[in-house]
């Protein structure tokens, strides 16, 4: 009966829309009082939650994506980008990916790359004759890979989620997959510009090569710092954020100079406010994560998944399914916090490394975000676009199915993920 309790007050707040984080209270508190377990257990799991000095690294990596989407970074990234591929037909919808991977780089997020990408590059591809559709669904399908490639902040919630997993090994076992997506994501967008007839793209002169490489790198460093301060070892994630938001801060105000000193307080205010929703959350599972557990529900979805069947091939074909499916109706943080203590025991029970299977669930969550009701990246597109939803979700479909190709590929191939945490590890 608690169990029901939970599932059904969760399932119908969720349905009416309540806000995530309250929906989680409210069903934990409505469970807790059933089962005469003490409210006082509600406040101690919430603050237990948020009290790990590894969180510490998320606002720094917010804070950094913030200042340097509003430090016009996001105009060199583009220029890089257009350097490297720029020259290929349909070549801008090729520079919009791999401008989203490096901005990914920064700012781990997929709807500010969304945000800070598409702002650019959507009127670029519409003034070169691209359908806005076109350049709507290029956008927010290669803004999904900041939410693999490090530093996202979300592998940072992962390993929180599944009880401390190495932020650095998750880091590293985002690469290839980002590399992947990338890649995937270049030969769709190319297959598809010489189908509708999209012109190659111009060249860059010679004598703007240097420069745009060096301000490339010098936007591409905070990046570096995070991921090569991590796995050195000199840093620590929260460290590294630190350093980086410090060289996103210089190099924006100090030596760009594209946004006033004055900005900084709007800059921190949109920080603090993603930040307070995230920690919230962070909260608000800790405390459902411990109600999950006292009624065993992880036990009982194992046996459930081990009565459909006992082949990891099956077992992890359905929970992919499963969570396509719940990253429509559930945004990205509240699925990862959610589902992993869920999810996790079903697949180490045959063997899976958790760092695998975070990669999996990530990319599975941020799939999440292409699709209605809740794709948030999707709604950022289509807003940027000046599109509808549903011609940016027809134009996306052709992508999405090549990241789902992605998915398959790195759910049964592990070494995929693996290899290079594992080469770290030597």
């Known amino acids: 009966m608690a169990i029901t309790i939970l599932i059904v007050s969760f399932i119908g707040l969720v349905l009416l829309r309540f806000p995530i984080a309250l929906t989680l209270i409210a069903s934990s508190l409505l469970t807790i009082i059933y089962v005469k377990v003490p409210l ?26 913030h200042i340097m989407s509003e430090g016009g970074l996001a105009l060199r990234l583009v220029n890089f980008a257009n350097l490297c591929v720029g020259r290929f037909r349909g070549g801008l919808a090729m520079v919009n990916s791999v401008a989203c991977m490096f901005f990914g780089n920064i700012s781990g997020s997929a709807v500010a790359d969304a945000s800070s990408v598409g702002s650019v590059m959507i009127p670029m591809m519409k003034k070169q004759g691209y359908d806005a559709d076109y350049s709507v669904g290029v956008t927010i399908s290669s803004a999904i890979q900041g939410v693999v490639v490090p530093p996202s902040h979300n592998l940072v919630l992962y390993s929180l989620a599944a009880g401390g997993v190495s932020i650095a090994s998750l880091f590293m076992a985002g690469i290839v997959p980002g590399l992947l997506l990338l890649v995937t994501l270049m030969i769709t967008g190319y297959i598809i510009a010489r189908k509708r007839g999209y012109k190659k793209g111009d060249s860059v002169p010679r004598e703007q090569w240097a420069g745009i490489i060096f301000h490339g790198i010098l936007s591409l460093t905070p990046a570096i710092i995070i991921l090569g301060g991590i796995v050195s070892g000199l840093f620590t994630a929260t460290e ?38 995230v920690f919230f959350l962070i909260s608000a599972s ?3 994560g411990w109600l999950l557990a006292y009624l065993q529900i992880p036990g009982m979805v194992t046996d459930l998944f081990l009565n459909i069947s006992d082949h990891p091939i099956i077992i992890l074909l359905i929970i992919n399914i499963l969570l396509l499916l719940l990253g429509a109706p559930m945004d990205m943080a509240p699925m990862i916090l959610i589902m992993t203590p869920i999810l996790l025991p079903v697949v180490t029970n045959f063997g899976m490394d958790p760092i695998h299977f975070g990669i999996i669930l990530i990319l599975n969550a941020g799939l999440g975000l292409l699709t209605p009701p809740v794709g948030t990246v999707l ?10 939803v549903q011609q940016g979700t027809k134009a996306m479909l052709p992508f999405f199915y090549a990241m789902l190709v992605v998915l398959l590929i790195i759910t049964y191939i592990p070494e995929v993920v693996l290899w290079l945490p594992n080469l770290l590890a030597k």
């Open 40 to 65: 006082a257990i509600v406040g101690q799991q919430m603050f237990q939650g948020v009290n790990s000095y590894s969180l510490l690294a998320i606002p720094f990596f917010i804070l950094t994506g």
């Open 240 to 277: 590294s954020g630190a350093l980086a938001c410090l060289y996103s801060f210089i190099l924006a105000f100090g030596v760009y100079r594209e946004v006033k000193i004055n900005r900084i307080s709007t800059i921190l205010k949109r920080t603090m406010r993603t930040v307070s929703m």
């Open 286 to 288: 800790a405390a459902f």
């Open 379 to 388: 709604f950022v597109g289509c807003a940027i676009g000046k599109v509808s």
